[in-house]
């Protein structure tokens, strides 16, 4: 069976572009690799902060349909893209209270950090590198960082054309593609 991984969109902004960085960072990768990918919105989940739990997550033991939704999903790749923004230098709290709902559904598959801000957000970056690390994920080196920064946005605050202007980056995400295929073979 070919493998599956997720590219997941952190920001749950109603203003945000993180759908428009997923998107593109979809393309490129099913373009480089014999994967099946598919994108998980963290929208979709809705899940609260962190407070209707019994249970430490590690433990598996979920009480609340959400959760339960979320670890279903989430069990099903054998691998997860992070499509990140920064805020205040650091991953927005969307994604960090995602990732704590679980795991051991997350415990030892590769993942790639894909960041995006006005600046790349290579802080929120190392951040996750470091967290998913500690949980025993597997994050390629190359963390492709996305300039969103205002010159590439239209009067709604969207990214203008995501294929040209994203496209400086098409690179380094074709690399940590690589090393994502690299790590499924060591
Ligand atoms: C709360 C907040 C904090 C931000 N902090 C940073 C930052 O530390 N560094 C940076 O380069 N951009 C920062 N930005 C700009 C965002 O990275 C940029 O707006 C990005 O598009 C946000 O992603 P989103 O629109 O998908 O939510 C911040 C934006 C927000 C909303």
Redesign the pocket.
């Known amino acids: 069976m070919t493998k599956l991984v997720q590219i997941i969109i952190s920001?749950v902004?109603t203003?945000?572009?993180?759908d428009q960085v997923a998107a593109y960072v979809k393309n490129v990768m099913q373009a480089s690799s014999p994967y099946r990918f598919e994108i998980v919105d963290l929208k979709d989940y809705q899940l609260p902060l962190l407070s209707d739990e019994p249970n430490i997550p590690a433990y598996k033991n979920y009480t609340q349909k959400h959760t339960i939704a979320w670890s279903e999903k989430i069990s099903q790749a054998d691998s997860y893209v992070f499509v990140t923004?920064?805020?205040?230098?650091s991953i927005p709290a969307s994604l960090k209270n995602a990732i704590d709902y679980l795991y051991q559904e997350w415990a030892g598959k590769p993942t790639v950090v894909v960041s995006?801000?006005?600046?790349g957000?290579s802080f929120a970056a190392e951040h996750l590198k470091f967290i998913t690390s500690r949980m025993g994920m597997k994050p390629v080196n190359t963390t492709p960082a996305i300039l969103?920064t205002p010159d590439r946005r239209d009067e709604q605050n969207r990214i203008l054309n995501p294929e040209v202007a994203f496209e400086s980056h098409r690179e380094s995400i074709e690399k940590a593609t690589q090393e994502l295929v690299n790590s499924f073979s060591q």
Do not use: I, L, Q, W
């Open positions: 920001s902004r203003s945000r572009v993180g923004p920064e805020y205040n230098g995006y801000a006005n600046k957000g969103t």
